[in-house]
């Protein structure tokens, strides 16, 4: 199976701030990879597929970069409602594979 | 609108069995592989089985390859999770989720549903 390894597993920022996630493949996954939001107690959400497609509806403060075995997840202009938990996954193979999540915090 | 709606979570000993279903609407629903993805308390996610938009072809993880089973009902636009000989490290929110095309082929979850709670405990 490919290991999909993110950092930070903790992140501490501010409104306002800017902050990128990363996500690491054991093996090439080509662009064949989501990230998702997931909000305490709530079902996951899709933020960006192929890498670096924006799901409609989600602002265009996220964005998403990388291919092969390199990712990364930006959020600039952090709102209050993006302190959560977030996921990558690849779905090059299978078994899909996620990260083992990086929660925001607020600072 | 796209739903997803699980149900059938509860407390069963281990050895068990439960069913979990996945009741959706808003989509067409045939033309749409399902995925389920669970997430034991406190911890992230796993891939658990996809089913094809037609069922005629189905996916497992090795954690539950031969355990658990996967079908679905196009006419009542209903998947359902059959999860036999259930252990401890099953205990888990388990999640249903929609995929973008009727074949299980590289694709991502656009829709999730909110989950249902399935402890293994004695």
């Known amino acids: 199976d490919v290991q999909m390894t993110q950092s930070p597993s903790t992140l501490s920022a501010s409104v306002g701030d800017r902050v990128t996630i990363t996500c690491r493949a054991s093996?090439?996954?080509?662009?064949?990879l989501a990230w998702y939001q997931q909000r305490p107690g709530k079902a996951p959400k899709l933020l960006i597929y192929?890498?670096?497609s924006l799901e409609s509806g989600v602002p265009s403060r996220f964005s998403g970069s990388g291919s092969g075995t390199e990712f990364t997840l930006t959020i600039s202009n952090l709102q209050p409602d993006d302190f959560a938990t977030y996921y990558c996954?690849?779905?090059?193979?299978?078994?899909?594979?996620f990260g083992q999540g990086t929660k925001l915090e607020i600072k | 609108e796209v739903q997803l709606l699980e149900s059938g979570g509860g407390l069963v000993q281990p050895g068990g069995s439960l069913r979990l279903s996945c009741a959706a609407s808003?989509?067409?629903?045939?033309?749409?592989?399902i995925t389920w993805v669970r997430q034991a308390p406190g911890k992230g996610l796993e891939w658990v089985s996809d089913?094809?938009?037609?069922?005629?072809?189905?996916k497992y993880a090795d954690s539950v390859k031969g355990r658990f089973t996967t079908s679905r009902d196009n006419s009542k636009s209903t998947v359902f999770l059959q999860m036999n000989s259930l252990r401890a490290e099953d205990t888990a929110v388990y999640y249903c989720?929609?995929?973008?095309?009727?074949?299980?082929?590289?694709?991502?979850?656009?829709?999730w549903g909110q989950g249902t709670l399935v402890t293994v405990s004695s």
């Open positions: 093996q090439s996954v080509n662009t064949w």
């Open positions: 808003g989509f067409a629903f045939s033309s749409y592989a």
């Open positions: 996954q690849q779905y090059n193979s299978y078994s899909y594979t």
């Open positions: 989720a929609k995929r973008t095309a009727a074949a299980v082929v590289r694709d991502y979850f656009d829709y």
């Open positions: 089913v094809s938009g037609s069922g005629d072809i189905t």
């Open positions: 192929k890498a670096s």
